[in-house]
């Protein structure tokens, strides 16, 4: 193709949008809706996703040791500990320390304390946090075979109820995302579709003219991508906006730390992954719909020749 006919084409593709502004704004409202109900979907996800990680980072395990254990062969438990694969961070917890907390829990139960007097029962612990919960119970039996532990607290329940949750948020989302994905590609196929077929005499004029296929697309392609384009940055502002103004009302009434949301995904640490996503699938969309659209207007019309 000349570069001059390319010119030319494009320049159709942008004066086409002008021309037929009713449709184009059509296929731009759709478009972005589309878009808006994918994308906030999948920010949805991504944030349950990391919420959950969240509370995953705050699940402890305590490892208790054997009581007269030598501080030489303590540092070299904790050594062991930090080695280990699914191990994300290990703090030794002195027993002096642990009387000193438990006294403070049980500050009403003073008597019991006195009763003990010097005596410390409790044992030298760690505190682990683990990588990967759902390889919990394979890291508390390489744990509890360490010589001179005694044994390990971790809550099993909670590990459960986490795993859980994770795996039926991302059945129930993928299952959302999908879902969105084929009703969006449906509607934006048949507004596109009613687009060229709301022109077809505009296409039988260039086919009569002997305008070859390829010549009749390109416009389609690039009006196509025009309102895609447009559509995508429409939803990065409006998802922006919206995404913005809700963590700012929870954060003001401190709605996301009592609730426990605190590890919601600021949106300036995501928006260019947004707004690419976005833009790209947008001008993508409409340009290969548009294109699509008239392949099969063409095709239709010339078996009816």
Known sequence: MKLSSFRYLVGQGFDNVWKNRVMAFASFCVLLVSLLLVGISVLFYVNINAIIGGIEDKNEVIVYLLDGTEQARISEIGDQLCMMDNVANVTYYPREEAFIDLKAKMSDQAEVFESLGDDNPLPDAYRIRVTDISKMDETLKATESIADVEYVRSP?????????????????????????????????????RASVYSRRREISIMQS?????GFIRFPFFIEGMINGFMAGAFATLLTWFAYDSLVSLFSRFDILSTIGLGNVIPFNEI???????????????????SVASTSVHLKYRAANM
């Open 156 to 192: 099993d329940s909670f590990v459960e109820l986490l795993t859980e949750t994770r795996r039926v948020v991302t059945i129930v989302a993928s299952a959302i995302i999908i879902a969105l994905l084929i009703v969006s590609m449906v509607i934006i196929s048949n507004t596109t």
């Open 271 to 289: 928006y260019v992954i947004v707004t690419l996503a976005y833009v790209v699938t947008g001008a993508l969309i409409g340009a290969i719909g």
């Open 209 to 213: 003219v002997g305008a070859t296929k």
